[in-house]
């Protein structure tokens, strides 16, 4: 677990403010992905990235932009957030292999929007 | 796309008894279906998972069952113990992502 790691760990910010979520992975996984857990919703699949530059809608994308330059990072901006953002946000990795699908957990960002 | 239901929303065994928890899915493409346990504030961390090309997996007290005729999975957990309170999720999907039930809060009562 302690090979994927996000950043901060809490943030509040306001309404129209563009703000950045930061995750890192250092075992090489090739995917990637965002979930937001709301209360009644269980986790919901924002974006994905099955390798450096290629990255995919979720369930949930619109607010949300993904870029993945390089393997190990996997950030999640909101380009002006709003109230309804306002969750704990997963980052997750995976080496998406057929043998194995198992996606390992960040700690979390519990995110406010005032 | 994939959805996931799970039932039910809260479960309340004695100690010591068994708990058994269902989920549906609709896509007959989902091939992989984990189970993830989470206490309050902390990460989903995975009990157990199975392939759809698997009926049932056992791993010590934790069992999972997978019907891909009738797209239905569940978790059995036996001789439950007061460290088997949390929220469980399952979800069904593949290497592109998973959807999540909407949890089951499991209640040990003493």
């Known amino acids: 677990d302690a090979g994927i790691t996000q950043s901060p760990r809490y943030k509040i910010t306001e309404t129209g403010r563009q703000v950045t979520l930061m995750c890192h992975q250092t075992?090489?996984?090739?995917?990637m992905f965002w979930y937001r857990q709301d209360l009644g919703h269980g986790l919901r699949l924002i974006y994905y990235s099955a390798a450096a530059d290629i990255t995919d809608k979720g369930e949930v994308p619109d607010g949300y932009v993904v870029s993945r330059s390089k393997t190990e990072n996997f950030p999640l901006t909101l380009e002006s957030a709003t109230r309804s953002q306002t969750s704990v946000y997963f980052c997750?990795?995976?080496?998406?292999?057929?043998?194995?699908?198992?996606?390992?957990f960040g700690p979390g960002t519990r995110l406010t929007v005032t | 796309g994939e959805n996931v239901e799970q039932h039910p929303s809260t479960l309340s065994v004695q100690e010591g008894d068994s708990a058994v928890i269902k989920c549906t899915y609709s896509d007959s493409a989902s091939n992989y279906f984990p189970w993830y346990k989470q206490e309050l504030g902390k990460r989903p961390q995975l009990i157990i998972d199975i392939r759809s090309n698997v009926g049932e997996k056992k791993d010590q007290r934790i069992a999972v069952t997978l019907n891909k005729t009738a797209k239905h999975f569940s978790l059995h957990i036996t001789e439950t113990q007061p460290e088997d309170s949390a929220v469980y999720f399952c979800a069904g999907g593949g290497a592109d992502g998973l959807t999540f039930g909407k949890g089951t809060h499991l209640i040990i009562q003493p």
């Open positions: 075992w090489s996984h090739s995917y």
């Open positions: 997750a990795s995976s080496t998406g292999t057929a043998s194995s699908y198992e996606q390992y």
